[in-house]
């Protein structure tokens, strides 16, 4: 058989077409490969971008929360400094305005410690008018009133924003989608709240204690306290030499000159050593330890001691004040379930400011005795409570030193 006249042309045409066809098609897909792979590099530019222009917004915001938390503990502890060197009476009061001299140095202070902050490529922040606002912070609700009226709290905003002396901060690549600037905030509230934590020395100033079963009852804020009957709820009180040791000469150490109160008077050893740590007080030559409330122990006396009452007189009339009232901050021991005479060595738990208004040295047969009223809102030098959230007052004293609570 011959296969002479076949032809395989049309065939070959065929195929030559599928294959064209194929690689049409290729060359298509691969296009369109090619296209998406632009489109693709150029989204993830953007997104790449974007994402560093988020990254350094967000450590701009940073920078700047810092510089809030800064400004608002330096201005807030700074208004607990301008309350701390109030009358008692005006710190008590809680319907007086911060003056406008007493706001200054507070907003001077927020100012002063936010050019000390730097946020992105501004090495020296600067506050807006109304950067350090004041206000009552409500330690259960956590919220945050503005007010001057008797403030225990500000609110200190930093911003690098539109229209401030800080300015906006620029982006890097957000320009191509029309965003050539970002603003960025930050603002942190600090508080005053309850004094209970460490105290400096000298801080307590008074040797009288109150005992905290005082505080359990139906007494406390602006109530009588006479440090005698005890047993009783205003006699609920006790005497101490602070950390003040019987014995070695009944010296007290702290004391940088000789006390007129020493010999071997009736009343035994408490009651010479305290004689000599109140002339010694009385002197100015005595300064009390530090406190650490949980910690610290001071050595306690109960009853009347009168021995020690023409002196403890001496010390009120020399530090009374013109309306006849003598400021002191004092101790708050341990309890028990009554208001007995406390006795040694006793525990410092809190702290209170006490009014004293009289001082009966014996007369003749009759009893003597210090009339006192507890002291309501008013500051106390001492660290914050440790326990996060607690606020001052009435009868806590407060702390000068703010704390942030948000």
Not at 99 to 121: L, R, Y
Not at 289 to 295: D, E, F, N, R
Not at 337 to 349: L, M, R
Request: charged share 10%; net charge negative.
């Amino acid at each position: 058989m011959s296969w002479t006249g076949y032809s395989c042309e049309g065939e070959s045409t065929m195929c030559n077409n599928q294959r064209a066809g194929c690689v049409s098609t290729l060359l298509n897909q691969r296009g369109i490969a090619a296209i998406n792979s632009a489109f693709m590099a150029v989204a993830m530019a953007i997104m790449a971008g974007v994402a560093i222009d988020v990254g350094h917004a967000l450590l701009t915001q940073n920078e700047l929360q810092n510089a809030a938390d800064a400004v608002a503990l330096s201005a807030g502890t700074k208004m607990g400094e301008v309350y701390l060197n109030m009358p008692e009476a005006d710190q008590g009061d809680m319907n007086r305005n911060l003056t406008s001299g007493e706001q200054a140095p507070i907003v001077n202070m927020g100012d002063t410690t936010a050019a000390a902050n730097s946020a992105s490529n501004v090495a020296s922040l600067a506050l807006e008018a109304g950067g350090v606002q004041f206000g009552t912070w409500d330690f259960s609700a956590k919220t945050f009133t503005p007010t001057v009226a008797r403030p225990n709290a500000v609110q200190a905003t930093v911003s690098r924003a539109a229209g401030t002396q800080n300015g906006p901060i620029a982006t890097f690549f957000a320009g191509v989608l029309g965003v050539s600037a970002m603003d960025v905030n930050a603002t942190a509230i600090a508080a005053l709240g309850t004094a209970g934590g460490p105290a400096a020395p000298g801080a307590v100033d008074a040797p009288f204690g109150i005992s905290e079963d005082y505080f359990t009852g139906s007494t406390g804020c602006g109530d009588l306290i006479t440090f005698s009957p005890t047993g009783t709820q205003t006699g609920c009180a006790g005497w101490h030499v602070f950390d003040e040791a019987t014995g070695g000469g009944n010296k007290p150490k702290n004391c940088s000159a000789n006390p007129s109160g020493g010999g071997n008077g009736a009343g035994g050893a408490n009651a010479q050593l305290m004689r000599n740590v109140i002339d010694c007080l009385d002197a100015g030559n005595y300064t009390s330890p530090p406190v650490i409330p949980g910690v610290t122990k001071f050595n306690f006396t109960g009853g009347q001691v009168s021995t020690a009452f023409t002196n403890l007189k001496n010390l009120f009339d020399h530090h009374k004040d013109s309306n006849g009232e003598w400021h002191i901050h004092v101790p708050v021991y341990e309890g028990g379930t009554s208001c007995a005479n406390p006795s040694g060595w006793t525990t410092i738990v809190a702290y209170a400011n006490v009014i004293v208004t009289e001082v009966i040295p014996p007369q003749g047969q009759g009893q003597s005795y210090i009339e006192a009223h507890i002291e309501c809102n008013t500051f106390f030098n001492a660290a914050p409570s440790p326990i996060p959230g607690v606020g001052g007052g009435p009868t806590n004293p407060i702390s000068p030193i703010a704390r942030l609570v948000s």
